[in-house]
Nanobody, 124 residues
């Protein structure tokens, strides 16, 4: 098991920024690909961004390109999602996920471990 804990969510206004964190306790993440997903009200969980084990490769869904930045600090066993220029349509529960892999999964089914999620609400 890889216990993942998200933090940093909250209620903000459109145009504001938030930084989400995903930390693992008791387990090093340096060999894991990691990703962020989100699930809006009445919607399926969807891919947001992913990063390879070293942080050298990142991937984003089109709707967040140029606004969100995924990063990781393996020394701190933590992954981040910097979200800028937030929009009401970004409102969702955000989940982090991990998979021991050298390649980078981009679908829900491919990830092995999940956090409990953190709520992000963007008001207009």
């Amino acid at each position: 098991q890889v216990p993942l804990v998200e933090s940093g969510g909250g209620l903000v206004q459109a145009g504001d920024s938030l930084r989400l964190s995903c930390a693992a306790s008791g387990r090093t993440l340096s060999s894991y690909a990691m990703g962020w997903f989100r699930q809006g009200p009445g919607k399926e969980r969807e891919f947001v961004a992913a990063i390879n084990y070293s942080g050298g490769y990142t991937y984003y869904t089109d709707s967040v390109k140029g606004r969100f930045t995924i990063s990781r600090d393996n020394a701190k066993n933590t992954m981040y999602l910097q979200m800028n220029s937030l929009k009401p349509e970004d409102t969702a529960v955000y989940y982090c996920a991990a998979k021991p892999s050298i390649w980078v999964p981009k679908t829900v089914a491919e990830y092995d471990y999940w956090g409990q999620g953190t709520q992000v609400t963007v008001s207009s």
